[in-house]
């Protein structure tokens, strides 16, 4: 036989088995008001496009439905539960108002998304700081997303002061959702990737950017096995985390990290580091099992697991100066 003939044989086989194996199809939307990216591995792009289309329509349905500073799904909710009666649950966001009371309930309070009153005292103040005694009015009513009661499809608040802000979980929801959704269509080989905010990867390595100051994440971030989940929070202008003690916002300096076992555990866990801060960010770690976490306090001090703290790079311009135990996934 040939070399020729060898050669077609060989094409013939290539085309035979999806042109020389999966396709990368690669595309990028604005999700939350951050850059989405989901790549796919395929053997049909057409059909791998398709899907990405879909993936990006769940995650801008679940991002306009938890809105809760716009009229929707989730600012109707919070109005009709500061009134403490009953009403029918919006089914477009039950799942995640009891998602949110599992993940709060793990973080031993820390993650806490029932401070969207506070939360908007900060927004209408601007620049300005708001009213104290406004502040401790609310914060002496003790918001919690447990006190959201449901009941089949009706749902009551026993506390007039829960205003739900789950702005946070909803990015992460999403992204589950994105990722459950590529699975059942049968696909093991992606990454989605939220801005430096979130990522996810399946067949692959996941990265966690590590947001040091001054520092570039391709330097000082931690290589994680494929399947990772994580999420990062830092606080911002227009993403406020508000401390659960004193009703201020966070210190737009701290920032916290998680890798959990699905991308709402993740955002939930660094939501609750952070607001935990330098004193309880241990207690976090522990109480929901999050082996890959870290915080940057105000003062720019690293505080990881000692599971991610041996991942980061030799180049990693700074090292931990604390460390927590860490649960098992």
């Known amino acids: 036989m040939n070399l020729q003939r060898l050669s077609t044989m060989a094409c013939t086989l290539v085309l035979l088995w ?13 999700a ?21 289309n879909s993936v990006f329509e769940d995650v801008a349905f679940v991002a306009e439905v938890s809105d809760p500073w716009t009229p929707g799904p989730m600012a109707r909710t919070n109005q009709l539960l500061a009134t403490t009666g009953r009403f029918s649950a919006n089914p477009s966001i039950l799942p995640l108002i009891r998602r949110a009371q599992g993940l709060a309930s793990e973080s031993g309070g820390f993650f806490n998304p029932a401070l969207g009153a506070i939360t908007a005292l900060w927004r209408e103040a601007g620049d300005a700081t708001p009213d104290e005694e406004s502040l401790r009015a ?5 918001p919690e997303v447990g006190q959201v009661q449901i009941e089949g499809i009706q749902m009551y608040s026993i506390n007039p002061a829960v205003r739900l802000d789950l702005s946070t979980l909803a990015m992460g929801h999403a992204l589950d959702l994105a990722v459950a959704h590529l699975e059942r269509a049968g696909h093991r080989h ?18 966690l950017p590590v947001p040091l100051p001054d520092a570039d994440p391709a330097s000082s971030g931690a290589k994680l096995q494929g399947g990772g989940a994580w999420f990062t929070v830092q606080p911002h202008p227009d993403r406020l985390i508000i401390d659960p003690e004193s009703g201020h ?40 099992e999050l082996e890959h976490a870290f915080l940057v306090d105000e003062e720019g001090a690293l505080h990881a697991t000692a599971a991610l703290a041996e991942r980061l790079p030799s180049g990693n311009p700074r090292r931990p100066v604390s460390s927590a135990p860490a649960g098992t996934l």
């Open 18 to 30: 999806g042109c020389g194996g999966p396709e990368r199809v690669e595309e990028t939307r604005t």
């Open 32 to 52: 939350f008001g951050l850059p989405m990216t989901v790549e796919l591995w395929t053997e049909d792009a057409a059909t791998g496009r398709q899907l990405l």
């Open 138 to 142: 609310l914060l002496r009513q003790r």
């Open 190 to 207: 992606f990454r989605i990737r939220l801005g430096t905010t979130a990522g996810v990867a399946r067949g692959d390595t996941a990265w």
């Open 249 to 288: 916002p966070l210190p737009r300096q701290r920032a916290a990290g998680a890798v959990g076992r699905d991308l709402a555990t993740a955002a939930a866990g660094a939501q609750a580091i952070a607001a935990a801060g330098r004193e309880h960010w241990g207690e976090v770690v522990t109480a929901m």
